[in-house]
């Protein structure tokens, strides 16, 4: 007897997680991923993010399926919140200029304050989103050369965490 058939009909179960990757009628192409697959993960998870964020399915490649299957496990999701925790934590507190290698952009990050709040509890919540707001999060961290580093437009660091937090709008599976 399997866990969905198990006395109570109407007992929640837990989403397939190839299915939130590939969406409802795609399939893997690969049932188990090549070597070569996973070294371009390794290597090459700048260009997979940017990929994903743009837009691409992460059943367009097996790197892209093992990319995005990486960033929405939850310990990762967790540690994009904790760095954005502490970007605005120094934002609003200062910070010692030793512990970063690249000061934030201190104004446009407390002009987003309230935007980077929501991208940090959709990350947290234990609930399926769409890794392109992940994928896009994740690549703003790591851009030292961008809007969370770069003085600028602080609407523009806003618009950026406004689209962020839309695609990570819980969704159904």
């Known amino acids: 007897m399997d866990a969905g058939s198990r006395g109570n009909s109407t007992s929640v179960r837990e989403p397939d997680p190839e299915r939130l990757l590939l969406g409802a009628g795609e399939r893997s192409r690969t049932a188990r991923p090549r070597l070569r697959d996973r070294i371009a993960v390794r290597c090459g998870g700048a260009r997979l993010d940017a990929a994903l964020a743009g837009g691409e399915a ?34 609003r507190h200062g910070s010692d200029p030793r512990r970063r290698a690249v000061p934030i952009a201190r104004a446009e990050v407390l002009a987003a304050e309230e935007e980077i709040e929501v991208v940090v509890r959709r990350l947290l919540a234990p609930v399926a989103v769409d890794v392109r707001g992940v994928a896009r999060v994740g690549s703003l961290i790591c851009d030292g050369a961008g809007p969370l580093y770069a003085r600028g437009d602080a609407g523009e660091l806003r618009r950026i965490f406004e689209r962020a937090a839309d695609e990570l709008e819980p969704r159904q599976a």
Do not use: V
Not at 64 to 86: E, F, I, K, Q, V
């Open 58 to 91: 992460p059943s367009a490649s097996p790197a892209l399926a093992l990319r995005a299957r990486a960033l929405l496990d939850p310990g990762h999701r967790r540690a994009l919140a904790r760095s954005l925790n502490a970007i605005l934590h120094d934002a």
